[in-house]
């Protein structure tokens, strides 16, 4: 839940605090927490009591939901500043393209958890870049989307460029640029033969209704579909996400 007039986000489930705790307390403005989950934030509190920030243990877990808007907070609610992902620029792909980075994009994409569902399999596989468009159909960081990640979202650092269509276009040259279509000759096993040995790549996944915009599947140097039965047209987009990334991460 967003807090409008304090620009605060409830980040809540268990896994997703605790990675929060552990690796940047200080972007913890408040938190609260019930009795059972107490002993495992002793070190966030001592580092919220040193920067004179609010800790508290509820009376009640009626607290919790209230301030999460989530029956799922599982014990535990922190209070951070909302997240603005970095804005991605030219240089800044130039310097990907260098590095011979792994970017996952994602095109329009629009239920929170399944962002979140992204995050997490795209910290397990180690694919630490994911980026975003503007698009008023994308899904933005929310707490729900903070805890279907477990944690993720410590791990992974999201960008936001203008579209989804402006990074395929502006990464021409610089990576290899793969799109997700159901409909594709390529399959999945196929994408090693179709990156270089050392080269950047970025791997872009669409809508979970209309799929990859016309402009990204036309400006796509490679289109891949993940090959099935054909029982079902086509895989939940968080589902194929977390297939790509295990073919990524091993690239």
């Known amino acids: 839940m967003k807090n409008r007039q304090t620009r605060e986000l409830a980040v809540c489930g268990f896994e997703a605090v605790k990675a929060l705790a552990d690796r940047h307390p200080e972007r913890i403005e408040r938190l609260f927490f019930n009795q059972d989950r107490a002993r495992f934030f002793g070190a966030a509190c001592k580092a919220l009591a040193s920067s004179r920030r609010l800790y508290r243990m509820v009376e009640a877990d009626a607290e ?34 260098e590095a011979h980075e792994r970017v996952f994009a994602l095109d329009r994409v629009g239920n929170a958890n399944n962002l979140g569902a992204i995050v997490r399999s795209a910290a397990f ?12 159909d994308q899904a933005e960081i929310t707490t729900s989307a903070y805890r279907v990640a ?10 936001r460029a203008p579209s989804a269509a402006w990074l395929v ?14 409909r594709a000759r390529n399959r999945l096993r196929d994408l090693p033969e179709l990156v270089e040995q ?19 599947k036309a400006s796509c140097d490679h289109l891949v579909r993940i090959p099935g039965t054909g029982d079902v047209e086509s895989l939940n987009v968080a589902q194929a996400a977390t297939l790509f990334l295990y073919e990524l991460a091993s690239l």
Request: aromatic share 4%; net charge negative.
């Open 169 to 182: 276009a502006a990464s021409a040259g610089k990576m290899t640029r793969i799109g997700a279509d159901h």
């Open 150 to 159: 477990q944690g993720g979202m410590e791990f992974v650092e999201i960008w």
């Open 64 to 97: 919790l939901e209230k301030l999460s808007q989530s029956v799922h907070h599982q014990g535990v609610v922190a209070m951070i500043r909302e997240p603005e992902p970095r804005r991605l620029d030219t240089d800044i792909l130039r310097a990907w393209h």
């Open 198 to 216: 050392g080269e950047g790549v970025l791997v872009v996944l669409g809508n979970e209704e209309t799929g990859l915009s016309p402009e990204v």
């Open 125 to 136: 596989f180690g694919v630490g870049k994911i980026v975003i468009g503007d698009d008023d």
